[in-house]
């Protein structure tokens, strides 16, 4: 999800690209600061910009790794159902890589790009239950299952704003709801290749069905480009 380089050689670009506006309007800040701080305070005017640039780096730093550790935890989440021989193995990661790519290609924003990954990296958490608890099975299904991702993920520190886009609800933001479509047919594409044994073509064809062709579209890039 992160290029560590990435996070310190190029902070501006990084917050440029994800929107992080308060990095962004404190380097204005620093230099308004040293502007009308150096004829009154000479050289102590680098340092007073200093102080505040400082402050700023090290929010922003703070912000990074906090952002990482909730990254890993949803790759720890995104693994349970392989470990438990619900899905079929690296089903997470391939569907984190495909939502983003198909998330790129339907030019959404850096946020949105990432919650598409991040989603889709926790889909079918649900189903852990069906194989752990069989007297479940009988009121079991997609509906159920997502419900239980929802829960889940929403009960994750920091992972609480993917839960809407993966319960058994469409959530009522427009951004949203498209970036639930992206997870959705990510999952239906992945288990139609995976799962069903189709290639690429009739797994298209199958969720083309859904009606979403712009998103239907954007898989076919994506998986063909990856």
Known sequence: MHDEGRIHVAPIADALAREDWPVLVALPVVASVFVFAAPRL????????????AAGFVAYERARH???TYHQLAVALGRLPELSGVVPEGRSERMAELASAVASHLNLSPRDVAAAGSAARCAGLGRVGDDAWPHLRAGFDDRAAARWT???????????PLAPLLGPVAPPDPSAARVRSIVDLVAAYDDAVHAGGLDHEAALEKIAETGRGDVVAAIGAAALSG
């Open 42 to 53: 000479g050289w102590w005017a680098f340092a007073l910009a200093g102080l505040v640039y």
């Open 66 to 68: 906090t952002e990482r």
């Open 150 to 160: 929802a829960i889940i993920v929403g009960r994750a520190p920091g992972l609480e």
